[in-house]
């Protein structure tokens, strides 16, 4: 029997993002000290390499006269249906104490000469509340959640906190419904077997590994970023709203958003052949008029996210329809064209209709190409283009309607703990959202979600790695010795020099999520599409083809997206059954066996999945419970403060 290296820990943090990092230094800083961060990559994540026009950040309005407060943002959270209104309740309450820990530690949020924080309103913040003036909505600039990254690093390093850099968490380890660890693969010793391989033994896991973004071709997600949903579901944590997600228009070449300056510039939409020839404007085969093209083209930048409720009307995404269908059904490639101004713009701006031509004006950008009003009004978008090796005064920019963020994920209470005593999922990888969600209220949720796992961590779960029975400890090292064998013979029997089939898997299972379950679903291609991925998950081992062992890492990447395919497809088709029409993100496309003759509102409800393994198969149970309302918290002083002293 080999040897495998076993570290003993209160608690580890997979993923070095925004929300894993936070969770580290808040843990550090409430006492709990017995702690590591585990990753990939430091450098990898979604935090640290995504961003946008004016990547936001969502918190309780801090400026201005405007009046707010907690229970109104909770409101607004809620609003988006299918979200529990505890967390919503947390989110608001805890928005601003997270958002001034980000200034104190150096994030560049912009404030006047006398410390206000200045806001603006962002996507979805106007959702069922009394409060329409408030500004919640603030930016460091496109690289917002970079800036947190680099800055909670810091805190990191100053703190002397642990980090086990380049292992891959491959399995998580529960016994009886209780976290006792993980098996990680050790990406900087691939050729050592001994050292291949190493056991975290932990009382808690803080899992911060972001959404599941290799499941989409058409993605903004980094390419490092594939998320590791899969072993969680694999380990018994159950899913929650996994049909939610945001999609919208970005560069591929490039993976970034679209939104704000870069479509409020008004850029010429084209799309070509394979080839890239035979160009041609094509939104005027989907709207009657030129205002209407534009209205709708300067409007994508305050709705970004597909909308179905905003194609109605020559709405903002009907673009995003319209895109959808030159790549899907033309087979063409489709373009921002930043270099000339759309066909039906007139030369002194008349026909953009009166909020574009407004803001123009009071921009002073009613001149030139799309590409000179950008650099104008906003020359980093620009810059950072160039610096991606993209210049947008002599070339356009391929785009896709592109998967952007999940809005459910992993079930957590209003601890962000898991079904599984033990495991937090914070961040993305937290179902916390639900429908709809005001823009940058992921950073927020991230944020507020790290702190509270780490103040009950510290507050009730503060011994050394979870107490277990001897036979149990030895039945864990079995398990873990086990499966690293089983992967390594699997590894060793397919080595053939010729031929390689990772990538083909990583891309079938991308190139199928984005055609037939993003923006677009049809229920009778995800149901043919289930029984094809469960006998892909099942014969995983058997039918594994690698070159050489570096290949490993990508291997488990696929095993664990076959995992969260087969949950997440099996959700949307329980949706569609269930009654479930076009929401939020996505249209439910009509078949000759999908009419939805009884459609219900599903708003109120969460639906719930588990992934259950018997006798060698594999199945999914769902259920669906009401959403827990906003909760009446006490707030007369003298009975918190009784309570507080006794918690």
Same mark, same amino acid.
């Given at each position: ?43 990898? =994540?979604?935090?640290?390499?995504t ?58 949020f ?8 200045? =806001? ?5 913040d106007?959702i069922n ?7 919640r909505?603030?930016?460091?600039? *496109? ?11 810091e805190q ?8 086990y ?24 010793s ?7 391989y190493?056991?975290?033994?932990t ?6 590994? &972001?959404?599941p ?5 058409r ?7 594939l ?15 996994? #049909? ?22 008004? *850029? ?8 890239g020839e ?8 989907y709207f009657k ?6 209205n709708?083209?300067f !409007? ?14 020559y ?21 921002l064209?930043?270099r ?6 007139k ?6 209709g ?11 950008? !009613? ?28 070339? *356009? ?15 957590g ?13 914070? &961040?993305? +990888? ?7 969600r *005001? ?8 944020q ?5 796992a780490a ?24 398990e ?5 064998g ?19 898997t ?25 029984k094809?991925v ?9 039918? !594994?083809k ?23 497809? =099996? ?30 509102? !599903? ?8 992934? #259950? ?23 007369w002083?003298?009975? +918190?403060?009784n ?5």
């Amino acid at each position: 029997m080999r040897n495998i290296k076993i570290i003993y820990k209160n608690t580890i943090i997979i993923g070095s993002g925004a929300a894993g990092l936070n969770a580290a230094d808040r843990l550090f800083s409430y006492g709990q000290k017995d702690i590591a961060i585990v990753t990939e990559g430091l450098t990898k =994540g979604a935090s640290r390499n995504t961003g946008s026009d004016k990547q936001t950040y969502y918190k309780l309005s801090l400026s201005g006269e405007e009046g707010d407060s907690v229970v109104s943002m909770a409101k607004t959270l809620y609003g988006g249906g299918a979200m529990d209104g505890d967390i919503a309740l947390c989110e608001a309450a805890l928005s601003a104490q997270c958002f001034y820990k980000l200034t104190e530690i150096g994030v560049p949020f912009p404030h006047n000469n006398y410390g206000e924080y200045a =806001g603006y309103k962002t996507d979805h913040d106007d959702i069922n509340t009394d409060i329409n003036s408030v500004c919640r909505a603030t930016s460091a600039g *496109p690289l917002t959640s970079k800036y947190m990254t680099e800055k909670l690093l810091e805190q990191i390093k100053a703190k002397n906190i642990e980090i086990y850099d380049g292992y891959m968490a491959v399995k998580i380890l529960v016994r009886d419904g209780v976290c006792c660890g993980a098996l990680c693969l050790n990406l900087n010793s691939l050729e050592d077997i001994d050292n291949r391989y190493i056991i975290f033994r932990t009382e808690n896991i803080i899992y911060a590994t &972001g959404g599941p973004a290799g499941l989409y071709s058409r993605s903004v997600y980094p390419e490092s970023q594939l998320g590791a949903s899969g072993i969680a579901f694999e380990a018994g944590v159950l899913g929650k709203n996994l #049909t939610e997600w945001q999609y919208g228009i970005a560069s591929v070449k490039f993976r970034w958003n679209l939104s704000g300056t870069y479509q409020q510039v008004l *850029p010429a939409y084209i799309s070509t052949n394979q080839d890239g020839e035979n160009p041609r404007e094509f939104l005027g085969e989907y709207f009657k008029t030129g205002e209407q093209i534009l209205n709708a083209v300067f !409007l994508k930048g305050y709705q970004w996210p597909f909308d179905p409720n905003k194609i109605n009307n020559y709405g903002s995404s009907l673009i995003d329809m319209a895109v959808y269908n030159e790549l899907e059904n033309k087979k063409r490639r489709v373009f921002l064209d930043y270099r000339k101004n759309p066909e039906v713009l007139k030369s002194d701006f008349s026909n953009t209709g009166k909020e574009c031509f407004d803001y123009l004006s009071k921009s002073n950008a !009613l001149f030139g190409s799309p590409a000179e009003r950008l650099d104008y009004m906003n020359p980093n978008a620009v810059k950072l283009y160039k610096s991606n090796n993209i210049d947008l005064y002599n070339e *356009p920019l391929e785009i896709a309607v592109c998967a952007q963020h999940n809005n459910g994920g992993l079930s957590g209470d209003m601890w962000w703990e898991s079904n599984v005593r033990g495991f937090f999922p914070v &961040g993305e +990888v937290n179902g916390t959202h639900g429908i709809y969600r *005001p823009g940058g209220s992921a950073l927020n949720s991230g944020q507020c979600g790290s702190m509270r796992a780490a103040m009950l961590i510290a507050k009730k779960r503060s011994n050394g790695a979870a107490p277990v029975k001897l036979e149990t400890e030895t039945d864990l090292l079995k398990e873990s010795l086990d499966f690293a064998g089983n992967i390594d013979k699997a590894a060793e029997n397919s080595y053939n020099s010729d031929f390689s089939n990772v990538r083909r898997t990583r891309r079938e299972i991308g190139d199928f999520m984005s055609r037939h379950a993003a923006h677009i679903r049809t229920a009778e291609d995800i149901e043919r599409e289930i029984k094809t991925v469960k006998e892909k998950y099942l014969n995983y081992w058997d039918t !594994l083809k690698l070159s050489n062992i570096g290949e490993l890492p990508d291997a488990l990447s696929n095993r664990d997206l076959l995992i969260a395919q087969y949950v997440y497809l =099996g959700a949307i088709l329980n949706y569609i059954k269930r009654g479930g029409t076009s929401r939020g993100s996505y249209i439910i496309a009509e078949t000759n066996n999908n009419s939805n003759n009884n459609i219900i509102d !599903l708003s109120e409800m969460i639906q719930e999945i588990l992934l #259950t393994k018997t006798d060698g198969d594999i199945n999914t149970e769902i259920t669906w419970r009401k959403r827990r309302p906003i909760p009446n918290a006490p707030r007369w002083f003298e009975t +918190v403060w009784n309570e507080y002293i006794k918690s």
